[in-house]
């Protein structure tokens, strides 16, 4: 039997490698990246870096201006505290509707942070967080909440990209996410809810 093979694209790989740069908070927010720069430094043409760059763009990790290198997107204090004003009452409606049940697809993303090496890059907790997060909501069965919800999740990742320094210890966030999970799929509505606010009422740490 043949198994499929899909090749990465170089746009694709490079795409990837910025991503997880980003996420990781290696690249910090506002730094410029020039086209002829990453072309020397990941030895690949600038079309190719082009191309990659408009694909991180579309994603609103970076952000163009005309005649302008590309820059990685700043979200200040005030924005990060609006996204938590936006995400409270629509995580409060998810609280409310699993209360009394378990997400799979939730418990298996904290099995997976759970499982990540402790020097894995912080990328990989961001994509498990936003797994994990993301699997309790289109578990309520809502379309415009999920529409909703994945509109904030571009802001939401580059939040947590700052939550490295809060959790620099990951077994807290593993933990806490756990116990979220766990008062969620245990009910009552009150506690679920309850749970639900305490664990979005967090500082951001700093750059």
Excluded: K
């Excluded at 163009?64 to 609006?82: I, N």
């Excluded at 990540?116 to 912080?122: E, I, V, Y």
């Amino acid at each position: 039997m043949t198994l499929p093979f899909h090749p990465v694209s170089a746009v694709g790989a490079l795409a990837d490698a910025l991503r997880r740069r980003v996420l990781s908070g290696e690249i910090a927010p506002g730094t410029a990246l020039p086209e002829q720069e990453l072309s020397t430094l990941y030895g690949v043409a600038r079309p190719t870096v082009r191309e990659a760059l408009a694909v991180l763009v579309h994603e609103g990790l970076l952000r163009r201006e005309r005649h302008r290198s590309a820059q990685v997107t700043e979200v200040t204090e005030a924005d990060l505290d609006d996204l938590m004003f936006v995400r409270r009452p629509l995580e409060d409606l998810m609280a409310t509707a699993l209360t009394g049940r378990r997400v799979e697809e939730a418990d298996e993303a904290l099995a997976r942070m759970t499982a990540l090496p402790g020097d894995a890059p912080w990328a990989d907790v961001v994509a498990e967080h936003m797994a994990l997060h993301q699997a309790l909501i289109v578990a309520v069965g809502s379309p415009r909440l999920e529409r909703l919800y994945t509109a904030l999740a571009v802001e939401t990742r580059l939040g947590l990209v700052r939550l490295r320094t809060v959790y620099s210890d990951r077994h807290l966030l593993v933990a806490e996410h756990r116990d979220l999970l766990d008062r969620i799929g245990q009910g009552p509505p009150e506690a679920a809810r309850r749970a639900v606010a305490a664990h979005l009422d967090h500082g951001w740490g700093t750059h």
